[in-house]
C-alpha cells in the first residue's frame, strides 16, 4: 500500500497552552510539507503527535507505511561504535547491516564507524541521526531540525537524501528554520498571527 500521512483538525494542548488547533493536511507517497513558524509555536509537538509520541488533544492523524522520527537528540547509544549503535535500530527495523553501511555511506560518515557515538561532533552526531533514518528504510520521516549543525556538504546531502525518499514513494514532513532545498512542498506556518 502507498505511503500516506493524513492530519485531521489536530489540536495540540501542552500543559495550559494551546499551540494549535485545526489542522488538516494530507501527504501522499512523494509527498513532501515543510513546517515553519517561531520558536514555540509547535512544530516539535507536532513531529511528535505524527510519531505517536505525544496523545492528541483533538482530532486524528492517520497513516499508511512506516514512520521513521529525527528529533534534537539522536536517539543513538552514545557508548557504542556509531555502526554498533545504528545496527541497534536497524535490527528492530529489520533493515540489517548492509542499509546501516549504505546510510553512513550516503552521509559521508563511513569512515566513523567504529568511533564511539559519544566522540562525534556535533554535525557528525546530526548525520549519524540522518543515517539513523535512512537505514530504517521507512516511509515518512519525520525530520525535527535536521539542517542544525550541518555543513554545506552535509545539507546537499540531506536534500539528495530527501529527494531521493521522495522518488521512491516515500514522505518527508520536515521542520526547520533554515532555508532547505524541499522542492514543492506544501507549505504549513504555525503561530502565525493573523493580520
Do not use: Y
Not at 494542548?13 to 517561531?38: K, V
Not at 536517539?75 to 528492530?92: K, N, Q
Not at 549504505?102 to 541521526?129: C, F, W, Y
Not at 516511509?139 to 546531502?157: C, H, K, Q, V, Y
Amino acid at each position: 500500500m502507498a505511503a500516506r500521512l493524513v492530519f485531521d483538525r489536530v489540536a495540540c494542548l501542552r500543559g495550559d497552552r494551546l499551540l494549535f488547533e485545526g489542522l488538516s493536511f494530507a501527504l501522499s507517497a512523494g509527498d513532501a510539507a515543510l513546517l515553519t513558524g517561531p520558536n514555540g509555536a509547535g512544530k516539535s509537538s507536532l513531529m511528535r503527535l505524527a510519531a505517536g509520541l505525544l496523545p492528541l488533544s483533538a482530532g486524528t492523524i492517520d497513516h499508511e507505511g512506516r514512520i521513521a522520527h529525527a528529533g534534537e537528540a539522536p536517539a543513538l547509544d552514545m557508548r557504542l561504535p556509531l555502526a554498533s549503535a545504528l545496527g541497534f535500530w536497524a535490527g528492530i527495523d529489520g533493515s540489517g547491516d548492509t542499509a546501516v553501511r549504505d546510510a553512513l555511506d550516503r552521509m559521508g560518515i563511513a569512515n566513523l564507524a567504529e568511533v564511539p557515538v559519544h566522540m562525534l561532533s556535533t554535525g557528525q552526531r546530526k548525520r549519524a541521526t540522518l543515517a539513523r533514518i535512512l537505514a530504517a528504510r521507512a516511509d515518512i520521516w519525520l525530520l525535527d531540525e535536521p539542517g542544525n549543525g550541518l555543513d554545506t556538504a552535509s545539507l546537499g546531502r540531506l536534500a539528495t537524501a530527501m529527494a531521493e525518499h521522495r522518488a521512491g514513494g516515500g514522505i518527508v514532513l520536515l521542520a526547520t528554520h533554515q532555508p532547505l532545498d524541499l522542492p514543492g512542498a506544501l507549505p504549513i506556518e504555525l503561530g502565525k498571527v493573523a493580520g
